[in-house]
């Protein structure tokens, strides 16, 4: 809820002696006035576009041919070698092929997404505005497998300076999520879920600063999850990012450090892990609708080199 | 040997259509020196074999002088192992290759060494104008697994002999012979003393400015043919057929190989269900940036490679 707090905009005198009076009363923060803030599932999304590119192994061809100005289908073919679990500490490759068909209809009020494999794996999204402020979405995985799918209704309020959120999932999963402005740069929020059939339930808190420079956000669960962020835009074309895990219940900490770089002609990201892990994800536009992929991801510490290369068609 | 056939020259003008078709005949005392026998498929194999690789290859060469230069190159990728199922197993590998290469008009040496203890020597030296001297040896950490061999090649005016010496008591030796100038004849023995084999071959090449086509067949077994056509000043063809006559292994593969400004394309397609291709394309004076691919679709096994070459 906004604070009652009116504060009148001081009328400036005609001397010029009072213009530094006015411009710090115009800093004053207008509390009726704050800006919708990001809705709570993509709290970390600076630092996650900039630190977790979709590295591959192999190759990957993507086609997508758009039939008309709402509907487009895709193409998409994978062929490399894929990890298996094995007994030994050892990581085992097959290789693998697959060819994923996927169709998009994309309206202002109504966005379908669907994409089906051939190993077998439906995945299906709807996204759907019902009024001006409520918005329904819907996620499914389906697969071959029994007990392995799943599917999940989510309905959201987008208040004026709040966002709202009402989550239920099949196995009876409910959650709910709720964040705040409170200034116009700072966010709170705060979310909690119930999963029936694994019978637990937890309680988180987030928190996001933001300026035209930075992003810096924390996020705490009680699942024993904290994780701290921070991205700086150092300039139009670079921006660095930092992330920090720590699982509480397994002593797990996880630092990363990455930048970004957005060129004119390709997009350069790359990170490194306390891990030792160090991954560089390339996109090269070779021509309009014709971009190149190169993926690299070195894990030095369990041995494991994975190079990928790539070629997106069309828009 | 060059048989004694001597053709003069024709004088006149309204003799000319004759005076060409004489200066058609072959002049069996001038016939061009052969390739050497062992490089008798060499354009087929530039076009059909090139290095195929899966994973990250990066190499950098050093030029310290005119004539030395030293080579880094470092891969990482999956390697295939040997397993008992008919599946691939890949597993991670990465290894780190040092090399140092002199290189003088009468002698040349090159030697390698990888981090997993394998060495690699050659050694190419001219002592006469005519005869030259060629030395390889890998050893590797594993016992008896390491080998060494020596050759003697005698270049005559239309012929070259070799002689060969190895390790595990292997001798070879070969002879090649221009009989015209498109077409030349040769043959090989070989006898291994560690396993007990001996053999014997022949081979035949016969090309142009515009095609090559070889024939090879040998008592181990082996009938190789080979073409290759030159299209044009950028597009060559090549075809080869490989058959066992012991196994019963028969390997046909067809491929493409376009020589453009800036980079260099080659694919293949073959009986066995394989295709591959491989792109090395110059980014930059001493910049290649290097694609492999191989699709085995009879085993289900894909390869898919890139690198970077950095240096002369």
Redesign the interface.
């Known amino acids: 809820m906004a604070a009652a707090l009116n504060v009148p905009l001081t009328t400036s005198t005609t001397t010029v002696t009072t213009i530094p009076q006015m411009t710090k009363g115009e800093e004053k923060v207008d509390y009726l006035n704050l800006p919708c803030p990001i809705p709570y599932e993509e709290i970390h999304r600076e630092a996650l576009m900039s630190l977790k590119p979709e590295l591959f192994e192999?190759?990957r061809f993507d086609f997508t041919k758009g039939l008309n100005q709402k509907f487009s289908l895709s193409h998409s073919v994978f062929?490399?070698?894929m990890e298996i679990p094995s007994q030994s500490s050892?990581?085992?490759?097959?290789?693998a092929?697959h060819y994923e068909f996927g169709a998009n209809f994309i309206d202002p009020k109504l966005m379908l997404f669907g994409r089906i494999m051939t190993d077998g794996r439906l995945n299906a999204r709807v996204k759907c505005d019902l009024t001006e402020n409520l918005s329904l979405k819907a996620n499914s995985q389906l697969t071959n497998e029994p007990h392995m799918s799943h599917g999940m209704v989510s309905f959201d309020y987008k208040g004026k300076d709040y966002r709202t959120q009402f989550q239920l999932g099949n196995g009876a999963l409910f959650g709910a999520n709720y964040i705040q402005s409170v200034t116009p740069h700072l966010s709170f929020g705060g979310e909690v879920f119930w999963a029936g059939q694994h019978r637990k339930s937890g309680i988180g808190y987030a928190a996001r600063y933001n300026t035209d420079k930075m992003v810096a956000t924390g996020q705490v669960a009680s699942t024993g999850l904290v994780a701290l962020s921070y991205v700086q835009k150092v300039s139009e074309k670079v921006s660095l990012a930092s992330d920090f895990m720590y699982n509480y219940m397994s002593k797990d900490v996880t630092a990363s450090f990455g930048y970004d770089y957005i060129l004119r002609q390709c997009r350069l990201r790359g990170k490194i892990d306390s891990n030792g892990c160090a991954a560089a994800f390339l996109e090269e536009r070779l021509n309009m609708g014709l971009n190149f992929i190169?993926s690299?991801e070195?894990d030095h510490r369990k041995?494991?080199?994975?190079?990928?290369?790539g070629l997106t068609v069309g828009e």
Do not use: N, R, S, V
């Open positions: 192999g190759m062929m490399g070698p050892e990581t085992i490759k097959i290789p092929a190169l690299a070195l041995k494991d080199y994975k190079f990928g290369f």
